[in-house]
């Protein structure tokens, strides 16, 4: 855990700012002249101790607190209504997380996979996630007739019950490559 100060013009898309005692997550950082006044900074952030957006407009040069978060390697469990499961793979000790700390990436993740999380003071900031995932077809139904008007799909089902429309050459037992933002199908492996 380490906190240091920086000037907005350090500022990066992903660093956290601890900014009146929540730390924010800065998801896009934009610059706008002012002509002889200077610049000004518009910071769109993710407040993590409640999951509201938030947005900041401030004079180029201001401080802002950073923090440094600490990353572990965790191996993801399994999931109920409330919460996912991880181990830490260093001292195989077990956290929950809240659902919605993951949000929809969760329905992608396999069992047994390892993701690096990051912590701040013993508190889960964020999972650094992938922008496509390997999932195998587990359920497939035929494709239905006269289906053809634009690219012909049916519908699978995938190893973590994620259902995806897909081509009608992927089969049960094929694993496939799906747009982790999206959530669409990108190709067979």
Not at 68 to 76: A, F, N, S
Not at 124 to 145: F, G, Q, Y
């Amino acid at each position: 855990m380490i906190r240091h100060m920086a000037m907005t013009d350090n500022l990066v898309k992903g660093i956290y700012l601890m900014i009146d005692g929540n730390i924010h997550l800065v998801v896009e950082r934009k610059y706008k002249t002012q002509g002889r006044q200077g610049g000004l900074i518009i910071l769109e952030m993710k407040n993590l101790s409640n999951g509201h957006n938030v947005s900041k407009t401030v004079k180029a040069g201001t401080k802002f607190e950073t923090v440094t978060p600490e990353h572990k390697e965790m191996q993801y469990l399994y999931k109920d209504d409330e919460s996912c499961y991880f181990m830490d793979t260093g001292s195989f000790e077990t956290i929950a997380v809240a659902a919605d700390f993951v949000g929809d990436y969760a329905q992608f993740m396999k069992e047994g996979d390892k993701y690096v999380v990051q912590f701040y003071e013993n508190k889960p900031l964020s999972i650094r996630t992938n922008p496509t995932v390997e999932l195998k077809v587990t359920e497939s139904v035929d494709a239905v007739r006269g289906n053809t008007a634009n690219a012909a799909t049916k519908l699978v089902t995938t190893e973590t019950g994620y259902r995806v429309a897909v081509p009608l050459f992927v089969n049960q037992g094929d694993t496939i490559y799906i747009n982790t933002e999206t959530g669409e199908y990108t190709g067979r492996v």
